[in-house]
């Protein structure tokens, strides 16, 4: 199964404690999920996407990794997390 166009899915309890601890919003995994610019296969049923957004003041760039589980309809977002190591995770 390969990582399918999202535009439709759920945030699950603990993605949503985590999007608040990390200081992300539902905007920010809405925009990395209906327009990612990289997506991937971690395992059998669950697809990581990420785009570079920009976070603060002044802004820096951060990539936001979203982690989906796309084996499940409604799709459900597991976790989310942005990180500034963009070049350890970029294919």
Request: hydrophobic share 30%.
């Amino acid at each position: 199964m390969s990582c399918p166009d999202l535009h439709n899915y759920i945030i699950t309890d603990h993605a949503c404690w985590e999007m608040q601890r990390r200081e992300i919003t539902e905007a920010d995994i809405a925009t990395v999920l209906t327009t990612p610019e990289q997506r991937e296969e971690v395992r059998p049923g669950r697809c990581v996407y990420q785009s570079r957004l920009n976070f603060g003041e002044p802004p820096k760039v951060y990539l936001v990794r979203v982690f989906v589980d796309v084996d499940r309809e409604p799709p459900e977002v597991v976790t989310v997390y942005r990180t500034s190591k963009v070049r350890k995770y970029w294919r």
